[in-house]
């Protein structure tokens, strides 16, 4: 399958402690973002990269998130201190160059107790 | 936040019939687009219709989009039970480099047998 991979696909976790999600784009794909997603709502916007540089970083991301896209292929997410409220599905999404069209992995979906 | 918003919330049809789902959104854009997803997934990209555009078609799709109006809709002809998934509308302001996509709350389909 040469889709979107994200891993792992479920993490479930407790408040305090520190989670990284994976996220493979499509081979080639230079354009990675990052969405969360709240039961009954549509994706919000959280980073984008293109290749290894972030480009552009939401509100939403508190100083607790940080993101990284070493060498322009898979990325990670990571939060730190997760809080309750970080209980979300989170997906990522790849696109190439001069498409506007985003291809989306499956999600992570994460639950903090 | 969320530019876009779908109207109805909820729709509820029967197999072999025609859905029609609307969106509106609150600032200029450079594209909208169409994703579905089914329950606990990633989003499939159905359609994307530029801001010059007024109507496309894709198989059993249609998308119209008025720029007056900040709003455009998806129809689905002759809907089956696999149609059955959350949709969302989403808008692209910028369409270039960070072409990040802003998704309103989504439409819950549900296609009776």
């Known amino acids: 399958d040469t889709g979107v991979s994200q891993d792992p696909r479920h993490k479930i976790t407790k408040r305090g402690q520190n989670v990284t999600f994976r996220c493979d784009p499509i081979?080639?794909?230079?354009?990675l973002y990052w969405y969360r997603q709240t039961l009954g709502q549509g994706p919000e916007f959280l980073t984008y990269?293109?290749?290894?540089?972030?480009?552009?970083k939401s509100r939403l991301l508190s100083d607790r998130f940080s993101a990284e896209r070493p060498k322009g292929s898979f990325s990670t997410l990571e939060i730190q201190r997760t809080e309750q409220g970080d209980s979300a599905m989170y997906l990522c999404?790849?696109?190439?160059?001069?498409?506007?069209?985003?291809?989306f992995g499956p999600g992570t979906r994460l639950l903090v107790l | 936040s969320q530019q876009g918003e779908e109207d109805p919330q909820a729709l509820s049809i029967q197999e072999g019939e025609n859905a029609t789902m609307n969106c509106s959104y609150k600032?200029?854009?450079?594209?909208l687009q169409w994703y579905r997803q089914n329950s606990g997934r990633g989003l499939v990209h159905l359609i994307l219709?530029?801001?010059?555009?007024r109507e496309k078609h894709s198989g059993r799709l249609r998308v119209t989009l008025d720029t007056s109006k900040k709003s455009s809709s998806l129809l689905i002809t002759a809907s089956r039970a696999a149609d059955t998934a959350s949709y969302f509308c989403?808008?692209?302001?910028?369409?270039?480099?960070?072409?990040?996509?802003?998704f309103g709350k989504g439409i819950t389909l549900s296609v009776r047998p």
């Open positions: 999404a790849s696109s190439p160059q001069g498409l506007q069209t985003q291809y």
């Open positions: 081979s080639e794909h230079n354009r």
């Open positions: 990269f293109q290749n290894e540089a972030q480009l552009e």
């Open positions: 600032t200029s854009i450079n594209n």
């Open positions: 219709i530029r801001s010059n555009e």
């Open positions: 989403a808008t692209d302001a910028y369409g270039g480099a960070n072409s990040k996509l802003t």
